[in-house]
C-alpha cells in the first residue's frame, strides 16, 4: 500500500472502518499491510481470546503469556470462552472446578462477556468441611455469562458457587446444561448476585426430581424485577425443568419466548426441504406453548415474541410453518395478563431476505383447512384483550438466529442478504400496515430495527 495514504486520510478514518469488520481472516489481513494498520486492527483482533485447557498450547497460562507479549492488551480484551473439549473421545468434556475457573478469569479482569463451554462443572469441597463455602470478597460485574453445552456435576452446588463470585450479570445465558443430581445432597451455596436477565434453552436434570428448583433458590427480589427469555424445545423433561427453573421467580416485567422449535423441526429451517416429506397440518405441534407460563406472572408489562422465517422452505410448506408459529404465538398472548402494557414481535430469519417471504406470510390469511389464527384475528384479540396496551412493536431484520439457536454443526453464520436491511425494513413495514390495520389506525403499531 501506498504510506502517503495515511498522511492523505486519518487514521481515524481507517479505525471506524476497520471497527465495522466481523471476519476474522479480513482482520488479519489488514494487520500486516502497515504498522499503523495493526495498531489498529490489534484491539479488535483480541478483543475476544478463546481458551481449552485440555490441550497443549491452549492453556490458561500459554494464553496468559501470548497476551504479555501484547501492549496494553487488558485495555482492549473484552470476551474471554473456555472451552472444555479434549482429545479423548472417550470423554469429550473436560472437568473443571468452578473455583479454577473463577482463580483463572481473575487473570482478565476487563472482560465483560465470559462463556464456559462442552465442560464437566464441579465444585471440590473444603477437606475440613467446616466451613464449605468460604466468604468471598469481589466486586465483579459482567454483562454476560453464558454457560452452554455443559454439565453441572452435584446438583446445582458448582452453578451457584461460580455466580457468587459475581456482584452482578447484565445477562446470564443458560443453553444446552445438563445437571446431575447426587445421592447425598449438601447444603446450598448462598447467594447475592443482581441479575438482570435470564435466558434459558434445553437445560434438563438427571436423577432426583426438584433438582432443578436449586438453581434459583432465593434469587427471587421484588426490588430487582427480571427479564426472562426462553426458547423452550419440544422434550417433556424440558417442559418438565422448565416449570421447576421457573418456580422462584414471580416478578417478572419482561417476558420473551421463541415458540420456534414448538411449531417446526429446527431441521427445516436451516436444510433444503427436499432432504424431507413434504409439511403437512398435523406435522406441526401445536398442543403445547405452555399456556400458563404468562399467567404465571401477572407482574409482566412487556411480551417479546418471535416469528422466524427461513430461506431453505417455500411456497405452501414455509406458508403452513409460519402459520403453525403465529398460532402459537397468539396462544401465548391470549394468555397473558390483560395489564400487558407493550408487545414486541420479532421479525428473525435464517437465510437471505426474500419479497416471496412477505407473500408467504401474507398467504396465512388466505389458508384453507384447520388454521385457527390469521393475521386479522391477531390484530383484532390483541386490541380486544388488552385495553392497557401502549406499544405493538415489529421488531425487523433480526439476523440473530444462530445466536439463539447455535451452534449448528457445519453452519457459522445466516447465508447473506443480495437487499439491504432498510430494503428489508421497508418491505415488512408496507406488509404488516395491511396485515395489522386496527393496531394502526389505533397508533399503536411501530417499528424498530433490530440491533442485531
Keep these: ?87 479423548n473421545k472417550a470423554r469429550r468434556r473436560l472437568e473443571l472446578s468452578v473455583e479454577e475457573i473463577a482463580r483463572s478469569l481473575a487473570q482478565f479482569p476487563t472482560a465483560t462477556h465470559i462463556t464456559l463451554r462442552r465442560m464437566r462443572l464441579a465444585y471440590y469441597l473444603p477437606s475440613n468441611r467446616v466451613d464449605p463455602y468460604p466468604l468471598l470478597h469481589t466486586s465483579r460485574s459482567v454483562e454476560m455469562l453464558k454457560i452452554q453445552d455443559c454439565i453441572v456435576l452435584q446438583d446445582a452446588i458448582p452453578f451457584r458457587r461460580f455466580l457468587s463470585y459475581f456482584v452482578r450479570i447484565d445477562a446470564l445465558v443458560l443453553k444446552d446444561v445438563l445437571v446431575e443430581s447426587t445421592d447425598h445432597p449438601a447444603e446450598l451455596p448462598s447467594v447475592e448476585v443482581q441479575i438482570r436477565s435470564i435466558l434459558v434453552c434445553a437445560v434438563t436434570a438427571s436423577g432426583g426430581s426438584g433438582v432443578l428448583t436449586n438453581l434459583f433458590h432465593g434469587f427471587e427480589a421484588p426490588s430487582s424485577p427480571l427479564s426472562l427469555a426462553l426458547s423452550p424445545r419440544t422434550g417433556v423433561l424440558e417442559r418438565l425443568a422448565q416449570n421447576d427453573i421457573l418456580s422462584h421467580f414471580k416478578f417478572i416485567r419482561t417476558l420473551s419466548v421463541n415458540v420456534l422449535s414448538l411449531s417446526g423441526s429446527l431441521n427445516r429451517i436451516i436444510e433444503d426441504q427436499r432432504r424431507f416429506p413434504p409439511l403437512r397440518h398435523w406435522d406441526v405441534p401445536k398442543e403445547w406453548v405452555s399456556a400458563e407460563l404468562c399467567r404465571r406472572f401477572s407482574s409482566i408489562q412487556t411480551l417479546v415474541i418471535y416469528s422466524t422465517t427461513t430461506s431453505s422452505i417455500h411456497r405452501e410448506p414455509a406458508t403452513l410453518l409460519y402459520a403453525a408459529i403465529l398460532a402459537n404465538n397468539w396462544r401465548l398472548l391470549s394468555n397473558a395478563p390483560t395489564s400487558l402494557r407493550h408487545i414486541e414481535l420479532r421479525f428473525q430469519r435464517y437465510g437471505p431476505h426474500s419479497r416471496d417471504t412477505i407473500e408467504e406470510l401474507r398467504a396465512i390469511e388466505e389458508m384453507k383447512g384447520p388454521s385457527p389464527i390469521r393475521w386479522g384475528a391477531v390484530d383484532a384479540g390483541t386490541l380486544a384483550r388488552f385495553p392497557e396496551l401502549e406499544s405493538f412493536t415489529c421488531v425487523l431484520c433480526d439476523g440473530g438466529f444462530m445466536d439463539q439457536w447455535g451452534p449448528i454443526e457445519g453452519l457459522s453464520a445466516t447465508p447473506r442478504s443480495v437487499f439491504s436491511r432498510q430494503t428489508e425494513f421497508d418491505d415488512y413495514v408496507v406488509f404488516l400496515k395491511d396485515v395489522l390495520p386496527r393496531l394502526q389506525d389505533e397508533g399503536r403499531l411501530q417499528f424498530r430495527m433490530s440491533d442485531v
Design 1 to 87: 500500500m501506498d504510506p502517503a495514504i495515511n498522511q492523505r486520510v486519518p487514521l481515524d478514518i481507517f479505525d471506524v472502518v476497520i471497527s465495522h469488520l466481523q471476519d476474522v481472516a479480513t482482520m488479519r489481513s489488514c494487520a500486516l499491510v502497515c504498522g499503523s494498520w495493526n495498531y489498529l486492527t490489534r484491539p479488535y483482533l483480541f478483543r475476544g481470546v478463546v481458551c481449552r485447557p485440555a490441550v497443549p498450547s491452549r492453556t490458561f497460562k500459554n494464553l496468559l503469556a501470548f497476551l504479555s507479549t501484547l501492549p496494553n492488551s487488558g485495555n482492549f480484551l473484552r470476551s474471554v470462552t473456555i472451552d472444555g473439549r479434549t482429545r
